[in-house]
């Protein structure tokens, strides 16, 4: 027996070491039929003496059964999203920014690839690869341990032959498929029948999301690894270290990553990536710039959802020709009217695009478009397809003008153009299309999380006229559900079920759900906290929302004409009929000193981030606020401040130093 376990042990430590050496070395030391054969006698010794199956086994790579669902889990540090600089001069302007908020400091940053793949997550616990997620909405993601287990370049175990390994590590990276496998993948579908991927990413995130991790492990997925989470048991000073010494444990790191020095070398790497843009084995679509050192980045901290110290710096968008068929308007869920021009297809960075969006029809009349034209294409942000130009010369004279019509072409509602700006709007408030964007908006994850309500189940719902308003969710039944296409048995006692469980809910989250315009999480939540009950808000006056710091005139507005208007507030009544309990802000049981006082950071803080302070001044009842205004009691200063500390100035709003801010903390502290 012990000769046996020294056998699968031996064999283990030979098909881990020809995983390393070529998914991540890029350096074969084994033929593929060599490995074939040794992974096959692993498997058999395995299956005969179990006992000896390590969660680090190359076997265990395959072979999990299939998931009924994918598990929700919270990641330690949230996986922020980046802010984008879509040109040379926008990149210069956050480097400059970089400088002045670090007052002067010797300031490095690394330059990364932006490979247009997947986020993951993947966590070790003493070496061993134990769970793995998507980046979700960057607080919580989805549980893909299995389907990662499948990625040969996701190390089941760390190496430990030249460094100590932590107690625990978390390492995030990108999945991806290159083109040629992703051409090779869509070419089979289409012969098998099965529908197109759209681009490699659509393909690596399908891939990653399949509930049998044999689909998964089918498909040529690949990873990159390129940002720390939590680490026990090591530490790091700088981004360009952690990307030098991760390799040594056995994980796989982009090869064009290099460390700018300055400004120049920045702008330098991000010329030179976009001209190899097209030689690359897979798709980008930028550069990510940090700043390299760990210490600097804790300074500058984030805002709420990205970092201060990094940013993406996009390519330029890709441009392509095509023609005009036809132009549809298609409505919102507030009811307004967009102009859509339908395409001949056309394929834009791999991407087959066939509609563009118009915006309104001040945009159709300055640019002139027409129906039959030529024009130019792109994916702004290299996402959303847009009408550029049009290609005038072209024109044979059959093109036909357009105008968004009177009448809306879901519901035959008048539809009028909205005094001061540029949006036609439908005005019936049962027009179908509203109540499908209403719906969808209120069952989405941010506001009542509503799972299994997607957008063909909410316009059956409508269609057939077992949903009129977003509060008859709470009156459906499962014989209701039945009655939708395709609908089966347990699909239909998981919606209810969804539904049911989604009637406890915070006062934000209701708020937001509701679909006021202009009022997206941020001010619900102030709102929130503000009143502290639905019926306070209902009530409040004009001048009362105005007073609240971050809602400015037309927010307020746009609160106080929600509320007073009918119907809404018979939905929100029939939403508490049908069993919406909604949990109010806890009240505080003694009055906390910083109450109603607003405070506002400028320039860099010595003794703490920016963040770390914000959350000083809202456990003391204050609000810290990113804007100067006259309801602003106090801006507190660091060093090199910027048009805050200017407009502070101007306002005749009072400046203290981040020393007397610390003071003036203590102190209350005390008391």
């Not at 009924?68 to 919270?74: A, D, G, L, Q, Y």
């Not at 480097?95 to 002067?104: A, D, F, M, P, Y």
């Not at 695009?353 to 029809?361: C, F, G, I, Y």
Request: proline share 4%; charged share 30%.
């Amino acid at each position: 027996m012990s000769g046996v376990k020294e056998r699968i042990e031996e064999l283990r430590r030979i098909l881990n070491e020809a995983n390393y050496n070529y998914y991540v070395l890029d350096n074969p030391t084994i033929s593929d039929a060599e490995y074939d054969r040794l992974l096959r006698e692993l498997q058999e010794l395995e299956e005969k003496y179990p006992e000896y199956i390590t969660l680090d086994s190359p076997t265990q790579r395959i072979g999990a059964k299939p998931l009924e669902e994918f598990k929700t889990v919270t990641h330690r540090i949230p996986m922020l999203s980046l802010d984008n600089a879509m040109d040379e001069n926008e990149i210069r302007e956050f480097i400059e920014r970089i400088k002045r908020n670090l007052s002067g400091e010797d300031v490095s940053f690394v330059c990364e690839p932006k490979i247009d793949g997947v986020a993951v997550e993947l966590v070790y616990e003493n070496g061993i690869f134990v769970a793995g997620s998507t980046r979700g909405d960057g607080i919580t993601g989805e549980d893909i341990t299995q389907n990662l287990k499948t990625i040969k370049s996701v190390p089941l175990s760390l190496r430990s032959d030249e460094l100590p390994i932590p107690t625990l590590l978390e390492v995030r990276g990108e999945v991806y498929i290159e083109k040629e496998n992703f051409n090779k993948l869509n070419k089979e579908r289409e012969q098998s029948g099965e529908p197109l991927f759209a681009n490699p990413r659509n393909a690596a995130a399908g891939s990653l999301r399949q509930l049998d991790p044999s689909i998964t492990a089918s498909r040529p997925l690949k990873i990159y690894c390129y940002s720390l989470g939590v680490c026990e048991g090591y530490s790091f000073q700088s981004q360009y270290e952690f990307l030098k010494i991760i390799p040594k444990w056995g994980f796989r790191v982009n090869p064009n990553i290099t460390l700018a020095k300055n400004e120049d070398e920045v702008i330098a790497y991000y010329q030179k990536m976009e001209q190899l843009r097209d030689t690359l084995p897979y798709e980008i679509d930028g550069i990510v710039i940090k700043v390299n050192s760990f210490s600097h980045q804790e300074k500058l901290g984030i805002k709420t959802r990205s970092p201060r110290w990094a940013i993406a710096g996009k390519f330029k968008p890709r441009y392509e020709v095509t023609q005009i068929i036809d132009i549809e308007s298609s409505v919102g869920r507030t009811g307004i009217i967009t102009p859509v021009a339908i395409l001949k297809p056309v394929n834009i960075g791999g991407v087959i695009v066939s509609r563009a969006t118009l915006h309104n029809q001040d945009e159709i009349d300055r640019k002139d478009v027409r129906i039959g034209d030529w024009v130019f294409v792109k994916r702004a942000g290299d996402v959303i397809p847009e009408v550029v130009k049009v290609i005038k010369e072209r024109r044979t004279g059959n093109e036909k003008t357009y105008n968004i019509p009177g009448r809306c072409p879901v519901c035959g509602g008048i539809v009028r153009r909205i005094e001061g700006e540029a949006a036609h709007k439908c005005q019936n408030i049962n027009c179908p299309a509203k109540i499908k964007g209403g719906i969808e908006h209120f069952a989405s994850k941010r506001a009542m999380n509503i799972e299994g309500l997607g957008t063909k189940i909410i316009e059956q719902l409508v269609d057939k006229g077992l949903v009129k308003d977003i509060a008859d969710l709470y009156f459906l039944n499962k014989e209701d559900i039945l009655k939708l296409d395709r609908m089966a048995d347990k699909s239909a006692q998981n919606i209810i079920d969804a539904i049911k469980s989604s009637k406890e809910t915070t006062l934000a989250r209701f708020i937001y759900a509701l679909g006021i315009p202009n009022v997206g999480e941020h001010t619900a939540n102030l709102l929130a906290n503000h009143f502290g009950s639905l019926e306070k808000l209902k009530n409040a006056t004009l001048e009362e929302l105005e007073k609240i710091e971050g809602i400015g005139p037309l927010v307020a507005s746009s609160i106080y004409n929600f509320f007073k208007e009918k119907s809404n507030l018979e939905t929100t009544e029939k939403l508490i009929k049908g069993g919406v309990k909604i949990k109010e802000p806890e009240k505080e049981e003694t009055a906390k000193p910083l109450a109603g006082e607003t405070f506002v950071f400028t320039g860099a803080l010595s003794s703490m981030t920016r963040e770390e302070a914000q959350e000083l001044v809202r456990k003391l009842g204050g609000n810290p606020s990113n804007s100067v205004s006259k309801k602003t009691d106090y801006v507190v200063v660091g060093e090199n401040p910027g048009s805050k500390y200017t407009k502070a100035l101007q306002l005749g709003v009072k400046i203290i130093s981040e020393q007397e801010f610390l003071s003036l903390i203590d102190k209350l502290k005390s008391k």
